[in-house]
């Protein structure tokens, strides 16, 4: 695949965050002067920012993994009852779906959706002008990525990875099947392996990104989850 290429076509939508991305620069830098300060905020604002104007199609998207887990007792109960006859055990899905009013591709519209936006983000966070040598509390360049020889740089990737695992794992659909919920634990730990390798080789910037936007989808999840527990409370209680 030439992901140069599809990078190409949201050449606009790079751009616009670019500018984007300078104009909070320049709002915070007109604050705190400090370069090493103001792009290292400035990332993190602009994360933010765009996770709050996502919401709406996080919100879907966690609602309907929340809904999906609510009903895992009756899911297996139907996958027991018609192990032998698949035709009709995935008819007996599908009523149950529609009859809860969830579906086993709501959570992924939403993140297809985002697609475009993370691809221009990965764009931009890696080429963002006027930031190599600047530095950013522990981060001696945010231009640059890890290196090896220097575990004080290690912090961030090993950072990256960790989020990235609590962050899946909080958004993942539970599963009564203990062969199936190991398969999707092994996923989990080698996706977080794999995301802590490619951020020794992301720069910096876009390692802080990535921190940022899994430290904000965790507590986010973590609220709605909380959120909607309260609200079946309730409707049980009435």
């Given at each position: ?10 050449d ?18 007109s604050i ?8 290292g ?14 919401f709406?199609?996080n919100y ?13 007792p ?5 996958q ?5 006859d698949?035709?009709r ?44 040598g ?11 990525s890890?290196?090896?020889?220097d ?5 961030l ?7 990235t695992?609590f ?9 009564g ?30 390692v ?31």
């Open positions: 695949m030439n992901y140069s290429a599809v990078i190409f076509k949201f606009w939508l790079n751009n616009a965050l670019i500018k984007f991305f300078e104009y909070i620069h320049n709002l915070v830098h705190i002067p400090n370069p090493n300060l103001s792009y905020l400035a990332i993190i604002i602009v994360t933010i920012i765009i996770r709050l104007l996502l709406p199609l879907k998207q966690i609602r309907s993994t929340v809904k999906m887990n609510e009903i895992q009756e899911m297996k109960k139907v027991e009852r018609y192990k032998n698949p035709q055990q995935q008819q007996e899905m599908m009523k149950l779906y529609k009859k809860h009013g969830v579906s086993p591709l709501g959570g992924c519209l939403p993140i297809l959706l985002q697609w475009p936006i993370l691809i221009a983000l990965y764009a931009v966070f890696m080429n963002l002008p006027g930031i190599d600047v530095k950013f509390l522990w981060i001696n360049n945010l231009a640059a890890a290196s090896m020889s575990p004080a740089t290690w912090i990737p090993v950072v990256s990875g960790a989020t695992y962050s899946t794992v909080l958004m993942g659909t539970k599963s099947n203990n062969a199936q919920a190991k398969q999707m634990g092994t996923m989990n730990i080698g996706m977080s392996i794999f995301i802590t390798w490619m951020s020794f080789r992301f720069t910096s910037a876009l802080l990104y990535w921190v940022t936007n899994n430290l904000f989808q965790i507590g986010q999840t973590l609220l709605m989850k909380n959120m909607e527990a309260k609200k079946v409370l309730k409707e049980e209680l009435e």
